[in-house]
């Protein structure tokens, strides 16, 4: 009982009304939290789906150490990456057709080495018979003469002429543009370092750059007198050429 009469006042307000005010504000700031942690729960369950590179190394996983750098230098820019032994492709494409398929993936880009170009070749078959699209396959002197197949925008093989690498065809399920570049005119670049070499790296990277900002592609291929070829490439395209280190 209040002895004075009337309401208890409270910094110039009767206490019952403070008190509602301050359960008020207390109500809404819990309402923001939860709306933050439902927005912060959504965006961990439904994550913006992510550029993915697989990197395939060749055989017995000694020889092909540079897939390892130009994975460090993908993932500094922000691109996420996987590097493997080429006898991981048939799980490789399970796993890069079920992030596809769930959103978490939009762009497969795949890159290999030795044993893993000839590796890329059937992984980005049987993702094709998964129903995903590969926007990018890069092989670094494939040591089997293969076929391209399945649903791939642009493929293209570096490989040396007058060593162990060999090209890529284009097969009938083929749609996309291939391009065959010779490196053997490049001095001090061989098999067992193609993927090494700074400049090869410098030429996997800006192909991925351009296939990740969907623009036209400056080729690096050159014709077999030196001048360079960069013409636009077109749908079913194949082209045969050289390369000269920029």
């Known amino acids: 009982m209040n002895p004075f009469g009337g309401a208890i006042r409270f910094g110039g307000l009767p206490l019952q009304r403070r008190w509602c005010r301050l359960q008020a504000a207390a109500l809404s700031f819990l309402m923001l939290a939860l709306s933050f942690n439902v927005s ?19 055989f017995a996983n000694v020889f092909s150490l540079g897939m390892d750098q130009i994975a460090t230098r993908l993932e500094h820019e922000g691109i996420d990456t996987t590097v493997a032994n080429y006898l991981s492709w048939p799980t490789l494409a399970e796993e890069a057709a079920a992030k596809y398929k769930s959103g978490r993936v939009r762009t497969i880009i795949l890159v290999g080495h030795s044993s893993g170009a ?18 990018l396959a890069i092989g670094l002197d494939p040591t089997s003469h293969m076929a391209a197949s399945g ?96």
């Open 151 to 246: 649903h791939v925008d642009r493929y293209v093989n570096y490989y040396i002429a007058n060593g162990f690498g060999d090209r890529v065809d284009k097969g009938p399920q083929f749609s996309g543009v291939l391009q065959n570049v010779d490196l053997e005119h490049m001095s001090g670049v061989g098999h067992f370092n193609i993927e090494k070499d700074r400049a090869v790296q410098g030429m996997v990277i800006r192909d991925i750059r351009a296939a990740l900002a969907n623009s036209p592609h400056d080729t690096t291929a050159c014709d077999t007198r030196g001048s360079r070829t960069c013409a636009s490439a077109k749908h079913g395209l194949v082209t045969e050429g050289t390369a000269i280190r920029d």
């Open 118 to 135: 000839v590796a890329v070749t059937s992984m980005a078959t049987r993702l094709s018979e998964l129903g995903v699209p590969v926007k």
């Open 40 to 58: 912060l729960a959504q965006a961990t369950l439904n994550p913006k789906p992510r550029d993915h590179v697989y990197l395939l190394r060749g």
